[in-house]
Nanobody
Framework: HVQLVESGGGSAQAGGSLRLSCVAS????????MGWFRQVPGKAREGIAT???????TYRDPVKGRFTISKDIAENILYLQMNSLKPEDTAMYYC????????????????????WGQGTQVTVS
């Protein structure tokens, strides 16, 4: 099964930017729905951005207009460009994958993804 490794987390000032990367061990083009999730201690993991097998992107409302999900198909890398960061964006960020197409109403649900990276911490102050 596909393995995922995230990087790019760190500390940033409010209003700043970070770019997260997730390298997949195999091609995800046309085969996997990919997503970025985040979790704060004591709270449930939440989906924030996904890109489906047909390239359709979905975003959770708090990050719309600030975060952009994209893929480098040739390098099997999933990105999350995060701009205009806010302290409430502080969380552990995870990359996830699910083989197949996912209906719009389910894309941000963590329970449908069965491949996960180890996470990368983002801290905004």
């Amino acid at each position: 099964h596909v393995q995922l490794v995230e990087s790019g987390g760190g500390s940033a000032q409010a209003g700043g930017s970070l770019r997260l990367s997730c390298v997949a061990s195999e091609s995800t083009e046309y085969t996997y729905c990919m997503g970025w999730f985040r979790q704060v201690p004591g709270k449930a993991r939440e989906g924030i951005a996904t890109i489906d097998t047909d390239g359709t992107t979905t975003y959770r409302d708090p990050v719309k207009g600030r975060f952009t999900i994209s893929k480098d198909i040739a390098e099997n890398i999933l990105y999350l460009q995060m701009n205009s960061l806010k302290p409430e964006d502080t969380a552990m960020y995870y990359c996830a994958a699910m083989k197949g197409w996912v209906s719009a109403g389910r894309r941000l649900r963590g329970d449908i993804y069965n491949h996960w990276g180890q996470g990368t911490q983002v801290t905004v102050s």
